[in-house]
């Protein structure tokens, strides 16, 4: 069974600093998701990620993919109130389905 | 707007009511899925349909409940006896053909609350 676990589950942190969240996952896979959900919203798409030493970076924040250590990251650069939400990775083992870690509830405060 | 829609956004049904969802996709897209996602929890896979076929359904998805796509357009996901465990939010997304790299689009999701 593919397991995604991120870390941390929550983040307060400053405006202006950076900070990163990683996924882990359990099995082989070569397609990571990372998306954005504001409270009581739906998913936002960010980034998917397709291959070994993927990196792609949108404003603020930049993912990679490391697929051999089966590792994903969410680097957040100069970190805005704008930010704060949860963000999920999502992992496909097989087939179509999105396996989702349990979400990084980030809070950014002045 | 074009985004995937899902009517109703918030259910309450009494314990052992039927319910039933509806999902719209993103025009052209012929993969659809349905999530459900409870407080706290990042969204867990319910099933998929490629087109008009379902092609994948998780064990979470008992046969109470059931879920369509005729004609491959849009989606139907029906709960019967409904209990209170079912109390989450189901979240329908699309994607369109294309590689298996394809992202998936979220819907607003329809909030359930069984009494």
């Known amino acids: 069974e593919l397991k995604v676990e991120q870390n941390p589950l929550f983040l307060s942190m400053q405006e202006g600093k950076n900070y990163t969240i990683y996924c882990n996952y359990s099995t082989t896979s070569d397609r990571l998701y990372w998306y954005r959900q504001d409270p009581g919203k739906s998913l936002e798409s960010l980034f998917v990620?397709?291959?070994?030493?993927a990196v792609k970076q949108e404003g603020r924040l930049m993912a990679s993919l490391d697929t051999k250590a089966r590792l994903s990251t969410l680097h957040i650069t100069a970190a805005v109130h704008d930010l704060s939400a949860t963000y999920f990775c999502a992992v496909v083992n097989s087939g179509y389905a999105l396996n989702f870690g349990k979400g990084t509830s980030l809070l950014v405060t002045p | 707007d074009t985004g995937v829609s899902q009517n109703p956004r918030h259910k309450i049904t009494k314990r052992g009511q039927n319910v039933t969802f509806r999902c719209d996709p993103i025009s052209e897209h012929n993969r659809l899925y349905w999530y459900r996602q409870t407080l706290g929890q990042g969204p867990e896979f319910l099933t998929y349909?490629?087109?008009?076929?379902?092609?994948?359904k998780s064990r979470l998805l008992s046969d109470r409940f059931s879920a369509e796509r005729p004609k491959g357009s849009f989606s139907t996901l029906e709960i019967q006896r409904t209990e209170q465990g079912d109390s989450a939010m189901y979240l329908c997304?699309?994607?369109?053909?294309?590689?298996?790299?394809?992202?998936?689009?979220f819907g607003q999701g329809t909030r359930l609350t069984v009494v």
């Open positions: 990620l397709l291959s070994n030493g």
């Open positions: 349909f490629q087109n008009e076929a379902q092609l994948e």
């Open positions: 997304a699309s994607s369109p053909p294309g590689g298996l790299g394809t992202e998936a689009f």
